[in-house]
């Protein structure tokens, strides 16, 4: 089963726009939430995380936000810039297992 | 400072045939994870190792073994390769297992013809 989810496989922003990107999990035992960002042929590299005990975590451009009520969390790029075109992935952790598990992936896309 | 090393890169494989998946990292971590990406898919953990000395299944860890040889190197074992196992394998590091983030490898792209 998974865990967490990803339901946009793509999205499309104007450089400068804000770009949001969407994640839902259902193991409500995660207490720890990280986006990393991929480009081809490269590995994912960490982007931002977010402990449950937080709702908010800022890191210049990016930003996000965590609604454990609804087990939802988003990223939140702004200014949207043509590099920050990739694939972002959504992880969780925590609740005492040892394991960290992904959603599928959102190809973002920024447009000059 | 190299961080997490994989190798090989690339490879393909005759189904039936078996290879291992070598991964090491230089940051003193703890915990190492291998993972398959595949289109669609996302990343799918496959086994992990918590700590030196002991490794778990994770979600999809049916035609896979792993060894975790020491601290810095944990390997990753296709017995008889199949074509559905045709992926980018991913291997990851992190100090703990909880609240810190994982290191990846490059990557190796794994052909099963």
């Known amino acids: ?112 | 400072n190299a961080g997490v090393t994989q190798t090989p890169k690339f490879q393909v494989l005759k189904t039936g045939q078996s290879m291992t998946l070598q991964c090491a990292q230089d940051m003193n971590h703890n915990s190492m994870y291998w993972y398959r990406q595949d289109p669609g898919m996302g990343l799918r953990l496959i086994y992990y190792s918590a700590s030196e000395g002991t490794t778990d299944k994770g979600e999809v860890p049916n035609g896979y073994n792993v060894s975790r040889l020491n601290k810095r190197e944990f390997s990753l074992r296709l017995e008889s390769a199949a074509p559905s196992q045709t992926s980018v394998y991913f291997c990851a590091s992190k100090q703990w297992t909880d609240h810190t983030e994982a290191f990846f490898g490059q990557g190796t792209r794994l052909t099963v013809v």
């Open chain 1, 1 to 112: 089963d998974q865990q967490v989810k990803q339901n946009s496989p793509s999205l499309s922003v104007q450089e400068g726009r804000i770009s949001i990107l969407n994640c839902d999990y259902t193991n409500s035992m995660f207490d720890y939430f990280l986006w990393y960002k991929k480009y081809p042929a490269e590995g994912p590299t960490f982007l931002i995380s977010i402990s449950s005990i937080k709702d908010k975590n800022e890191d210049g451009r990016f930003t996000v936000f965590l609604n454990k009520s609804a087990k939802h969390l988003s990223l939140h790029i702004v200014p949207s810039q043509p590099g920050d075109s990739a694939v972002y992935f959504c992880a969780a952790s925590g609740g005492g297992g040892d394991d960290m598990r992904f959603g599928a992936g959102t190809r973002l896309t920024v447009k000059p």
